[in-house]
């Protein structure tokens, strides 16, 4: 597969009807076992030894594209967003933990699940919230200077925990910090099994019983909980249903996302 690219010459785009440079990677594997062993520090020396558009041998016949210009982005997000789909890679795998959620959905549904939740972000409703984001970025700064001086800190855990108390307060007027241990215990662990699946070319099904697929459900199943918790008492259930709906459930069900099917 060989595509072109017509971007602005003025950015250090590539020329009209030249494939963009890039790596080949192995003859066989292509750049998959870099990818998959420091996706950071492969994409980041791409960037430098070949530029802000890169084409990425992943396979022999595939190939996948990194644009990293700003002017590149604004094209595909914004100007053309309509030429381009999200890829089944990354669908298949993120839908098994969020369903057919905003980030997932394409065309109509994206559009009514936006309009949906955009009024809960308008720019006089999160001027309401800023004194509770304010209230939560405090807190952590005296719990930080309580402390004996030197002492370290967990920074994942602590950023975890305030993400939680400003999101709680904010969408649903409720703390959930208590549960910020348990949370990111799980959240790491779907986050690992989704990366996984994305970055493995031969696995078992998601619903074989394997070690990492039932580790996978039972994280799920506590993250399903707390979010459904979360939306029962809110002081506004309606607006914190259709919030979360669009967000983490698949549409038109209430249900746990662990009891809704997806295609296999």
Known sequence: MTVTTTLSAETGSVPRGKAAPGPRGHWLFGCFGPMKNDPLGFYQNVWKNYGDYVRIRAIPGFYFFMLTHPQAIEHILQKNYKNYRKPANLTKSVRLLTGEGLFLSEGDLWLRQRRLMQPAFHR???????????????????????????????????????????????LFSTDITGDADAIGTAYRTCFDYISYRMNTLFKLPAWFPTYRNRTFAQAKKLLDRVVLELIEPAANPEKSAKICSACFLPPRTRKPAWECRTSR
């Open 124 to 170: 006089h409703q999160l001027s309401n919230l800023s004194s509770l984001m304010v209230a939560g970025a405090e807190a952590f700064l005296r719990d930080r200077q309580a402390e004996e001086p030197g002492k370290p800190v967990d920074i994942l855990k602590e950023m975890m925990q305030l993400a939680l108390r400003i999101a709680g307060t904010t």
